[in-house]
């Protein structure tokens, strides 16, 4: 049996360890989300083809593989949810997660997808430490499992809370590949959150470069002017 801490709202977040420069995982992450979170979720300020382009992916590989809308390569990535299901199944259409990353950052949704569990309560039968009475369940409970929170003792004249969650049903995942299978979620969502994070990496390392080349000139072109000055 298994354990996981998660942080409250506003309380001490999971790092994620995301790397932004490991395609493998940004691939990965790609893979996970659309078939994990973009049937309720869109991407709509990330188009596939710009997709394709950034993780290294064909054409071929992204429409299909990761298209399942039929939309065509040069369109956004865009939820195959109505509105009217999603109001029957949600109250309201769940939102797009394009700029997620920015508003939230990557610790806060890596802590959050590890936070689900189970709670009759809920309309969904789902709850979230991080995120309290949250409308959605939990997109990766095959690959987790099924937690469980354990109440703390309840304050005087207070409500008992979820002191730790508790993994009771072990998931097609083990703790370390999910955790990792959540990284790469994680950072495929810090990636679409601004794609030009990627190129400005790349064209960083030539900046670097020609700077310290050009430091290197500047110095020798010093000596020389100085070289018959005592």
Not at 65 to 71: H, I, P, Q, S, Y
Not at 104 to 131: A, C, H, M, Q
Not at 179 to 189: E, G, H, P
Request: proline share 3%.
């Amino acid at each position: 049996m298994g354990t996981a801490f998660a942080a409250e709202e506003g309380g001490n977040l999971q790092q994620s360890g995301t790397r932004l420069d490991d395609q493998a995982s940004l691939q990965r992450g790609a893979a996970l989300y659309m078939n994990y979170c973009s049937g309720c979720h869109s991407l709509k300020y990330l188009r596939y083809s710009r997709m394709a382009e950034d993780l290294g992916l064909s054409e071929e590989e992204v429409m299909t593989n990761l298209n399942f809308t039929g939309a065509k390569f040069g369109e956004q990535i865009m939820t195959s949810m109505t509105p009217e299901h999603a109001k029957d199944a949600f109250g309201k259409m769940p939102p797009d997660l394009s700029l997620i990353a920015r508003v939230r950052g990557s610790d806060w949704i890596y802590t959050y997808l590890k936070s689900f569990y189970l709670d009759e309560s809920r309309p969904v039968g789902w709850n979230n430490t991080l995120f309290p009475n949250v409308s959605m369940p939990n997109p990766l409970w095959e690959l987790q499992g099924l937690q469980h929170g354990v109440m703390g003792k309840a304050e005087a004249g207070g409500e008992a809370h979820v002191e730790r969650l508790e993994l009771r049903t072990q998931g097609t995942q083990d703790a370390e590949t999910f955790n990792q299978s959540v990284r790469d979620i994680t950072a495929f969502l810090e990636y679409a959150g601004e794609p030009a994070s990627l190129k400005r990496q790349g064209m960083g390392v030539w900046v670097v470069l020609f700077l310290a080349a050009f430091t290197l000139i500047a110095y020798l072109l010093k000596l020389e002017y100085w070289r018959d000055v005592d």
